[in-house]
């Protein structure tokens, strides 16, 4: 038997849909009948009141969360979202429930004997509810009590061997795709990367010092399976920098449409979309133009070619990234907060990253880059925000980079030319005596 009755969540079960209310639902059945005689450290009935507040704010059309302010574990300045109902009274099981984020593994692998452990955590002093995984990639925990902090985090830091992951103004925590452990498209070792920053960078992810969040994402491809390009203030793209490598042999066994060679590698497969023609699905489709397919040979522009990845996509086994590999660092990325949403700007076009995985280049660019954010950014201006306030060529000198033709965007549009004083000859100051030896008044 229900303890609230919810008919606007319910209304949210209908369809073909999953539907994080059943989830619920069985989740607060689960802990009712506790058929495993769990000790319950927080209210058995927490996810029964879950659903009750929830149901609460649909009829009022608005939340019923209040901000939870200061709360955390000792040491961290991050890690822990504070939660409170406004409703104590109705509700006494969210009264305060809280959320914790754990920093998950690089590429999302876990053991099954890890994620039990992590669940029966949860489930005896916690929710039981989880989330697998948030925006940035941590593993959600989702609703407990204060005096539950902290215990939670000594068995996650001292049995479990894991850490809080990021929450607040400072380093969120870093996430990447699967990279080379799995995808061969992947042009550097993205969990290598993933990890050496998340262990360089601890005092950035767990004490906040920034005006605002600090993304780092990391996509072995351009793929970009992790979407890096729009939700980080850093991301890290993996990219090569010589030719696509091309078997002649299999792009016609792709456009014979042989049954061993199935466009975009079968994902399609299930519909009849007719047969494979190159023209239309692929040639046609380059964002360039650069490829041309004539007498039984494709050719590709490759100076031309912006790494798309169409293409490698659709012809997998006939295409393949080249052999000199690395990543591209773009900057700026963000969701529309003050300024509308912004895709990342390229800041360095190809970065070598070598087998002992020496990343003192990147470093010296992240740290550059965080001196003038936190001397120049204002509060809660996230890194894209103050690029546009003060300018990409601010950007460049702050990094030491030079200009080059990647980094235009589009056309300048202001005509006139502003020199700075040490780019001029001799300076501002001037010797009026000898001015006027040439310039008589």
Same mark, same amino acid.
């Given at each position: ?215 780092? *994402?990391?996509? %072995?491809?351009?793929?970009? @399976?992790? &979407?890096?390009?729009?939700?980080? =203030?850093?991301?890290?793209? #993996? ?83 080249? *052999?000199?590999? %690395?990543?591209?660092?773009? @900057?700026? &990325?963000?969701?529309?907060?003050? =300024?509308?949403?912004?895709? #990342? ?97």
């Amino acid at each position: 038997m229900a303890k609230h009755e919810t008919p606007f969540l319910d209304e949210l079960e209908n369809g073909p849909w999953p539907s994080f209310v059943s989830d619920l639902k069985q989740q607060a059945e689960v802990r009712a009948k506790n058929e495993k005689g769990v000790e319950f450290q927080i209210p058995q009935d927490c996810v029964d009141d879950l659903l009750g507040v929830v149901e609460l704010s649909y009829k009022h059309g608005r939340t019923h969360w209040k901000h939870g302010g200061i709360v955390g574990v000792f040491g961290y300045g991050g890690g822990v979202i504070g939660r409170y109902c406004d409703q104590p009274k109705l509700f006494p099981g969210v009264e305060h429930f809280h959320t914790m984020r754990v920093n998950q593994p690089c590429g999302k692998y876990y053991s099954t004997e890890y994620l039990r452990q992590l669940t029966e955590l949860w489930d005896f002093r916690g929710s039981g509810i989880t989330n697998m995984h948030g925006a940035t990639g941590d593993i959600i925990l989702l609703g407990t009590t204060t005096p539950q902090l902290e215990e939670v985090f000594w068995t996650l830091t001292h049995d479990f061997n894991q850490d809080l992951g990021g929450s607040g103004s400072n380093l969120r925590t870093p996430a990447d795709c699967l990279g080379q452990s799995r995808c061969e498209y992947s042009c550097y070792d993205t969990s290598a990367l993933c990890h050496f920053l998340t262990n360089e960078y601890q005092d950035e992810l767990h004490r906040p010092a920034f005006p605002y969040k600090f993304k780092f *994402k990391f996509d %072995g491809c351009p793929n970009c @399976c992790v &979407a890096s390009i729009a939700r980080s =203030d850093m991301s890290f793209i #993996g990219t090569w920098k010589d030719d696509i490598r091309i078997d002649q042999d299999a792009v016609n066994k792709y456009v014979e449409n042989d049954p061993a060679y199935p466009a975009n590698a079968g994902a399609h497969k299930g519909k009849d979309w007719g047969p494979f023609n190159i023209q239309k699905e692929v040639v046609r489709l380059c964002p360039t133009g650069c490829m041309k397919f004539e007498n039984k040979t494709l050719t590709i522009d490759n100076a031309n070619c912006t790494r798309c990845m169409h293409c490698i996509n659709v012809m997998p086994r006939a295409l393949k990234i080249g *052999k000199e590999t %690395g990543l591209s660092i773009l @900057c700026g &990325a963000k969701a529309p907060i003050l =300024d509308g949403a912004q895709m #990342g700007s390229l800041l360095v076009p190809f970065v070598e990253v070598n087998a002992d995985n020496d990343y003192e280049a990147i470093t010296e660019i992240i740290e550059n880059i965080w001196d003038w954010w936190m001397e120049e950014g204002k509060n809660r201006e996230r890194l894209g925000e103050l690029i546009m306030r003060q300018g990409f060529q601010k950007l460049l000198e702050v990094t030491g980079i030079e200009a080059m033709p990647q980094h235009v965007a589009y056309p300048r549009t202001n005509p006139y030319i502003f020199w700075k004083e040490d780019e001029v000859p001799g300076g501002w100051e001037r010797d009026v005596d000898e001015f006027r030896k040439h310039h008589l008044r």
